[in-house]
């Protein structure tokens, strides 16, 4: 299968104290990043419910990104430990369903780092576009109701 | 005859029996049920064929209990045949409300499971790798198996469905409460689950001995710790589905010393069993550290399977990602 046209769906669940911030700055100080990912902003990297990043996948997202604050730095002490943890027992969940860790990704972005917003956004595209779609529900739908 | 009593049926689909068991376990009180209405199908127990029910009017069976999940073409063709006939329709038990156990195998496809079930498995001797086929011709007549689906489903993703009774299986008081309302015509709003709707951890005998802030150094199997019978399952590292949960069981397990493994599926605010069970145990490990978290995740075996043993096909992915089955 190539992937030659493939544009990856992307979503983002950034937090509003830092990497939401972080992603303003990149647009304010105009840096060119790679379009694909598609923002939505939280409170708290610690609000992102894992069902959430599941809708996403479900609803035709080829990748996932959660950002927060750096540890240490979270507006609220702890939300980002909790999202870490979160990350990884649910990258492990994801495997298991037969999607791959590559596409969940975590990030910690400050406030002041536009330029590493623009990277992640950057390598994340690259990475899922070398990957290819994620084609989550093909074969779901092979019989009447559904 | 004078006065006619109101029609019930029950069929089974993907399913182990114990359901049908919760039927015959009402014992005596069997009895009112079978002095309040007609069984008018149930192929476990009584000798009727397909087609006495398709010779019904569409709509004169009062009530379909329905329990399994669906895998096959024949159960599809069934249930929905059930659900013509039918003014109302209960998903009986775990498989048919969630997908169940059955609902596991969306962890494969048709493919894998056939190639386990008539190859690879140690006491299989199949040298001709003879499988099941939807159709086989001998003696000139062909002979037909009911198709076999690579994804198994809950009840409600084939056929609408208008009430829910939980459980693997239902205890008797639900049924027996399910049972009453249906007759009564005291029914809840369409597409409730007929169990409270608040967690297991709600109704816990060992709620009080959950220390104020829960948290877990070491996740323990059940069978490698002696566990106490008294104490919170989740305050000795046992992976209890409880607070994912809904309540209405009983706490048949708890009671025997076991933890809860969700056969009653969420409550209504969750649309995912194991994403939100997900959220809480990675909420209460105790550690900040990315390699300790990383050496208390791998701990966990079996996230998928353990987070979702009954909810599978009912949760927002259904199934594994169909092409990276092997």
């Known amino acids: ?146 | 005859m004078s006065k006619q009593k109101p029609k019930v049926a029950f069929y089974w689909c993907a399913s182990c029996g114990g359901c049908e068991e919760a039927v015959v376990d009402l014992a005596e009180d069997i009895l009112k049920v079978v002095e309040a209405v007609d069984i008018v199908f149930w192929p476990v127990a009584l000798d009727f064929k397909k087609s006495d029910v398709e010779a019904m009017e569409d709509g004169s069976i009062a009530v379909s209990f329905i329990n399994g999940a669906v895998r096959l073409s024949e159960q599809e063709e069934m249930v929905k045949l059930l659900r013509q006939k039918s003014q109302l329709v209960v998903a009986f038990g775990s498989c048919s409300h969630l997908g169940g156990i059955p609902g596991l195998g969306n962890f494969w496809n048709k493919e894998s499971i056939f190639r386990r079930a008539y190859e690879t498995t140690p006491s299989t001797d199949n040298p001709d790798k003879t499988v099941p086929l939807e159709q086989t011709e001998v003696d000139g007549k062909v002979l037909t198996l009911p198709k076999f689906y690579d994804t198994v489903y809950a009840l409600h993703q084939v056929i609408d469905v208008d009430y829910y009774l939980p459980g693997c299986a239902p205890p008797k008081d639900l049924i027996m409460n399910a049972v009453g309302a249906i007759l009564e015509g005291k029914l809840p709003p369409r597409g409730s689950v007929l169990s409270p709707n608040k967690s297991l951890c709600d109704d816990c005998d060992r709620n009080d001995s959950k220390p104020e802030k829960l948290s877990i150094t070491e996740i323990k199997r059940p069978w490698e710790v002696i566990i106490d019978a008294e104490k919170c399952f989740l305050a000795q590292g046992i992976i209890c589905m409880g607070p994912a949960t809904r309540t209405g069981c009983g706490e048949r397990c708890i009671e025997a010393n076991m933890p809860c493994r969700g056969c009653f599926g969420p409550t209504d605010q969750v649309f995912d069993q194991g994403a939100k069970f997900l959220s809480a145990i990675a909420s209460i490990l105790d550690t900040d550290d990315e390699k300790e978290i990383e050496k208390l995740v791998d701990s966990i075996d079996d996230p998928a399977g353990t987070f979702y043993r009954f909810s599978l096909p009912a949760s927002i992915l259904r199934r594994k990602r169909m092409e990276t089955i092997q």
């Open chain 1, 1 to 146: 299968m190539t992937h030659e046209n493939f544009e990856p769906k992307l979503v983002g669940f950034l937090c509003t104290w830092c990497s939401y911030t972080g992603a303003d700055l990149a647009g304010t100080a105009r840096m060119d990043y790679a379009p694909n990912m598609r923002v939505i902003r939280v409170m708290c990297s610690g609000r992102v419910d894992p069902q959430f990043v599941l809708k996403a996948f479900k609803e035709g997202a080829d990748g996932v990104l959660i950002s927060g604050c750096h540890p240490g730095d979270c507006h609220y002490q702890e939300g980002n430990y909790k999202a870490l943890r979160r990350h990884r027992l649910l990258s492990k969940l994801l495997e298991q369903l037969g999607i791959e860790k590559e596409r969940f990704r975590l990030e910690w972005v400050s406030a002041a780092e536009g330029a590493k917003f623009q990277k992640v956004c950057n390598e994340f595209t690259e990475e899922i576009r070398n990957m290819g779609p994620l084609n989550l529900n093909g074969g779901i739908h092979e019989q009447a109701k559904a």
